[in-house]
């Protein structure tokens, strides 16, 4: 992909979290290994976390950003628990370790987050509710996939 197609993503990706929270629409970015167009999204599964990390296999970005795991009752997130930087495009076998106990049969949101609108780059600023490192939405729906510790 050239220099100039990854800097209009990314400026259209930026620009769409400031004015909307979130990227206004899903958009094809680069390709997997199959050579098929890949769209935003989180790929985990329910996995043991008694070591203390979590991780998932897939997560595909427009921009740099974050996995974010959150607690959740299934419908909202709540605390985050864990976090680990992504690069802009596909990222494969995403781990962070945990800040907190997670039980089995907890239930974790696992969702991306753009790193935009905080003072710093690379740290991670967000809180619950805050547009610093805010989530990513398409169509207005969290990019995310809930788990279950087991």
């Known amino acids: 992909m050239k220099h100039s197609t990854i800097k209009t993503i990314i400026s259209s990706a930026i620009l769409a979290i ?19 167009s890949s769209k935003l999204s989180v790929k985990a599964k329910n996995q043991d976390v008694s ?41 494969k076998n995403v781990t962070g370790i945990l800040t907190e106990e997670v039980k089995k049969g907890e239930k974790l949101m696992v969702m991306l987050h753009a790193e935009a609108g905080g003072k710093s780059t690379g740290i991670f600023e967000y809180t619950l509710g805050a547009k610093e490192d805010a989530p990513v939405k398409v169509d207005g729906k ?3 996939q809930i788990i279950e510790a087991i």
């Open 51 to 91: 070591g203390g990390t979590i991780t998932a296999k897939k997560i595909t970005s427009a921009v740099n950003g974050w996995m974010v795991v959150h607690r959740t009752d299934g419908k909202k997130p709540g605390p985050v628990v864990a976090h680990a930087p992504l690069k802009a495009g596909v990222n």
């Open 142 to 144: 969290l990019v995310m």
């Open 18 to 36: 400031a004015l909307g929270g979130g990227v206004a629409h899903a958009q094809s970015y680069g390709s997997d290994d199959s050579g098929k």
